[in-house]
């Protein structure tokens, strides 16, 4: 059914894309009745209306910015527009170091805009555009506890590419459970949802995920190949849930950031996929490598305390009032386990602010 849907919408076709809404939010989930036609025709015109809210954004980083190594110098995705006075959610690796930023509208206007703020903790990026955004209504933001696993949803994206429109794809929600990335990133709780979005040659970053009423419960963040976790192979995608900003929005429009970003930061790429911390790869002119640390290295603690995932090792690591204090790691280099003593930055203090912020 998800399939025959999605190909549904990407025929650009109005009448077709609300029949297809339709059938899809007409799906009820276990124990549930199918809605009415009156609830199934509010449901559409909820998404239509939240659909119209998303942009694309396009974002030029600085010359010298750091993220150029992985995430390029030229980067492209969606956000949405939150705020009566023009301000759009977006997925912050998006705006990282940004020289440049550019909303294109619906209508294939494109118009400058400038940095709010980035939050290195959740991940998520604001960003405003310097003309007003017109007959646009902002989105209301929802909550992951009014979504059950296996609910559809729609994730809408933004003009991306030159001759790639504004589109939706269909999905649904196949688990929600906590994050650890391997860049030294971990949430609490994300939505994972499955099949992963085709609109816009699948662009994910920043796409806004809604549930039937129209309310924004994510951002997107990355293409996973285990959806349903466990190990369980699903390819899907892994949303930010707007719960987090909830906290921090005003914060970040404030400063710029949040408090919760002002933490250590070494230079490690690390999997726990063996059930131990192993480093993959270690960033240039980093802390880590000031240390001696090296790609295949096993943290086995992290200031006398054990380690075993990326979890316990980040939140161990960010348990401390100073992000610049020594920090003690266990290691195993090859046959030996070693003390290795690290002098840690603040992540926020080492990456160029986009400009605005």
Avoid: C
């Avoid at 527009?81 to 619906?106: F, N, P």
């Avoid at 405003?128 to 017109?134: N, T």
């Avoid at 369980?232 to 987090?244: A, E, I, Q, Y």
């Amino acid at each position: 059914m998800i399939d025959s849907i999605r190909s549904a919408l990407l025929s650009k076709s109005a009448g077709v894309i609300a029949m297809a809404l339709s059938m899809a939010f007409a799906q009820p989930a276990a124990a549930q009745t199918a809605p009415s036609a009156a609830e199934s025709a509010a449901a559409i015109d909820a998404l239509s209306r939240a659909s119209a809210a998303v942009v694309g954004v396009r974002v030029t980083a600085a010359d010298d910015a750091r993220s150029i190594a992985t995430l390029g110098k030229e980067r492209a995705g969606s956000g949405v527009l939150i705020g009566k006075d023009g301000l759009i959610l977006t997925i912050g690796y998006l705006m990282l170091e940004a020289q440049d930023i550019r909303i294109v509208t619906q209508d294939n206007k494109t118009l400058p805009a400038v940095a709010v703020g980035y939050d290195l903790a959740t991940g998520f990026g604001l960003i405003k555009p310097l003309l007003p955004l017109k007959d646009v209504t902002p989105v209301e933001l929802g909550s992951q506890a009014s979504v059950e696993t296996g609910e559809p949803l729609m994730a809408a994206i933004g003009s991306t590419e030159t001759n790639v429109d504004a589109d939706v794809s269909l999905t649904r929600l196949v688990s929600k459970r906590g994050f650890s990335g391997s860049w030294e990133y971990h949430i609490d709780s994300a939505l994972f949802t499955s099949p992963p979005v085709m609109a816009g040659n699948g662009n994910h970053s920043g796409a806004a995920l809604f549930n039937r009423k129209g309310e924004l419960l994510g951002i997107g963040s990355l293409l996973v190949m285990d959806a349903l976790g466990q190990n369980r192979r699903l390819p899907g995608n892994m949303f930010v849930p707007v719960d987090l900003l909830k906290p921090i929005l005003a914060e970040m429009q404030s400063s710029g950031t949040s408090r919760l970003s002002i933490r250590p930061w070494l230079g490690v790429t690390s999997s726990d996929a063996s059930g131990r911390v192993q480093v993959l790869r270690v960033s240039p002119d980093s802390p880590a490598e000031k240390a001696g640390l090296k790609s295949g290295d096993v943290v086995l603690a992290v200031d006398g305390s054990k380690v075993a995932t990326l979890e316990s090792f980040y939140k161990k690591l960010w348990a401390r009032d100073k992000p610049e204090d020594t920090i003690q790691l266990t290691v195993l280099q090859g046959a030996d386990v070693n003390t290795v003593r690290v002098q840690p930055e603040n992540r926020m203090a080492t990456l160029r602010k986009a400009s605005g912020i």
